[in-house]
């Protein structure tokens, strides 16, 4: 497994890493995660995403990761989303402080490694939302920060504020990585952020199943799209993008190796600190950590990048 440095920091992530969105979502899930995490730590993972807004997954990936010591497991959770009513949402100081305490009690954990500001807040100003990062990270609350999808623009500001009064940093930028969306902004805007020291974590690495080829011929029962309520999220699900999954399959047969495989062991070579995987089964996992021992000839590299080469970044997701 290769380990990177979180951005300009002292955090040493794995590049696999494992996520808990609508897999881990309910407390009467499978319990496949325990026998999941086990696998993982085995294969050198140490990196665990999950949000507030998950449902019931900071309290399954609290307990699955309870097996490990806590010195050996990076934890990432995200602040953002809630209710309608006031103050339950947003990146005010009030939802900041309850939001983390309330995570804090749910992964049953003293301090979070990192804290995601999961979107940007048109309606708090963003010195109030820095301050309090600043004075959760005195108080030993989380030890580093970092957000999801905000724009350039955005990310200025807040180091701009960060300069002027000496706060902290981000380190990490999480957004959608796969081989439909790159980057918002592409190679210039990874650039951006290398310059400023902020790693990049990438998600939904497969694009929430489309690029495993699975949904080829059919909508298999027990897949993420064959639930009504997690299909909504599954935006790649078109019948053109599933064709260009098809067109891989010549590749992987090279390779002697799944078509899941193929996508993982292309993004794994890429200039990039964390990639964030979902997997419902153990088997899922096992077949995608073998990716990691594929080594690609820069010819089918070129072959994969000229067969995604129409897809654009998508703001709107
Ligand atoms: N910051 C943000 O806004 C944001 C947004 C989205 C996600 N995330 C993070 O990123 C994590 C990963 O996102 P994701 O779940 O979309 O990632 P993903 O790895 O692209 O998709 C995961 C899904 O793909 C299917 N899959 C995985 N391995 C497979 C295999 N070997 N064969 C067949 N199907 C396979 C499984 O779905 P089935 O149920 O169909 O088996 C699995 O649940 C989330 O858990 C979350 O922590 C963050």
Redesign the pocket.
């Known amino acids: 497994m290769i380990y990177n440095a979180l951005g300009n920091s002292g955090l040493i992530v794995s590049k696999f890493s494992l996520?808990?969105?609508?897999?881990f979502d309910s407390m009467n899930s499978s319990g496949s995660e325990s026998t999941l995490f086990k696998n993982a730590f085995n294969e050198g993972i140490n990196f665990f995403?999950?949000a507030d807004s998950y449902g019931d997954a900071e309290i399954v990936l609290g307990k699955a990761l309870k097996k490990f010591p806590r010195k050996d497991v990076v934890v990432s959770t995200?602040v953002f989303f809630g209710s309608d009513f006031p103050n339950r949402s947003g990146l005010g100081k009030k939802h900041l402080i309850h939001s983390v305490e309330e995570s804090l009690k749910r992964l049953n954990m003293e301090m979070l490694d990192l804290l995601?500001l999961?979107r940007f807040d048109n309606n708090t100003p963003l010195e109030e939302t820095l301050l309090t990062i600043n004075q959760l990270i005195s108080q030993g609350k989380i030890l580093y920060w970092g957000v999801?999808?905000w724009s350039k623009i955005q990310l200025e500001q807040a180091i701009e504020i960060c300069d002027r009064f000496q706060y902290p940093k981000p380190i990490a930028y999480?957004d959608v990585y796969?081989l439909f969306n790159y980057t918002s902004g592409g190679e210039e805007f990874v650039g951006y952020l290398k310059k400023n020291g902020i790693g990049l974590v990438g998600?939904?690495?497969?694009?929430?199943?489309v690029l495993?080829n699975?949904y080829k011929n059919t909508i298999p029962i027990n897949?993420?799209?064959a639930n009504d309520d997690y299909a909504k999220f599954m935006y790649d699900l078109t019948e053109e993008k599933i064709k260009s999954v098809q067109l891989l399959e010549p590749l992987s047969k090279k390779y002697k190796c799944t078509v899941?495989q193929l996508v993982t062991s292309y993004l794994y070579s890429k200039n990039i600190e964390s990639l964030?995987?979902?997997?419902?089964?153990v088997s899922?996992f096992q077949?995608?950590i073998k990716s990691k021992d594929i080594t690609l000839e820069s010819e089918s590299i070129n072959e994969i990048k000229n067969i995604f080469k129409n897809y654009n970044y998508d703001k709107s997701l």
């Open positions: 996520g808990t969105w609508l897999n995403d999950t995200k995601y999961h999801s999808r999480q796969n998600y939904s690495p497969l694009a929430r199943g495993t699975k897949s993420r799209a899941a964030v995987f979902g997997f419902s089964y899922q077949e995608i």
